[in-house]
């Protein structure tokens, strides 16, 4: 079993409220969804990876976001978490969407959850270590760092400048590379 840390204080009431303005007309209609929403929210460290997650009757979310993909942490403060005095913290990955890959609404100590976030992703990442998650043709994915990336980026630029100087030459065909 993995060692874990979790973080659960959230301002529920506050939560709430933002959700509320937000759902402006619906509010009356989505309430019980409102407040399942902000007392169900856990945020947990489990491992390499930040578990999110939160159950309602309307929606339900489980996340397992590798913390060496997360990117950034950012806290935001819109009109309604403003006017309800709440922060929402969103983590944004190296998925390539520009939404977030979780938002958490108003953890108390958001600078502190941030810090905690990013803190661990810094020892992660600087300890050479990976989530351990494949890459996309079932390879373990490169550690940060390590050999096996230095010998992939050495491949790669040697690939880079086989391509420029093809491209130089101003080759009518393309010879096919030796693979190893």
């Excluded at 509320?20 to 945020?43: D, K, N, S, W």
Aim: net charge negative.
């Amino acid at each position: 079993m993995e060692p874990t840390e979790r973080y659960s204080d959230f301002d529920v009431f506050g939560g709430c409220c933002y959700l509320t303005c937000i759902t402006g007309p619906y509010a009356l209609l989505f309430a019980p969804c409102i407040y399942l929403r902000m007392t169900t929210q856990e945020v947990e460290f489990v491992g390499n990876r930040l578990h999110f997650r939160y159950d309602c009757c309307c929606m339900k979310e489980d996340k397992l976001i590798p913390l060496d993909r997360i990117q950034d942490a950012n806290i935001g403060a819109n009109f309604c978490s403003r006017l309800c005095g709440v922060s929402i913290l969103s983590i944004q990955t190296a998925n390539g969407s520009p939404t977030p890959e979780a938002t958490i609404i108003a953890p108390r100590d958001a600078e502190g959850l941030r810090s905690m976030i990013m803190d661990r992703r810094d020892q992660l990442v600087g300890a050479g270590t990976s989530s351990g998650l494949d890459d996309v043709h079932g390879r373990l994915a490169p550690t940060f760092g390590g050999v096996q990336s230095t010998q992939q980026l050495g491949e790669i630029r040697n690939v880079l400048e086989r391509i420029e100087r093809l491209v130089e030459k101003g080759v009518d065909k393309f010879e096919p590379m030796e693979v190893k």
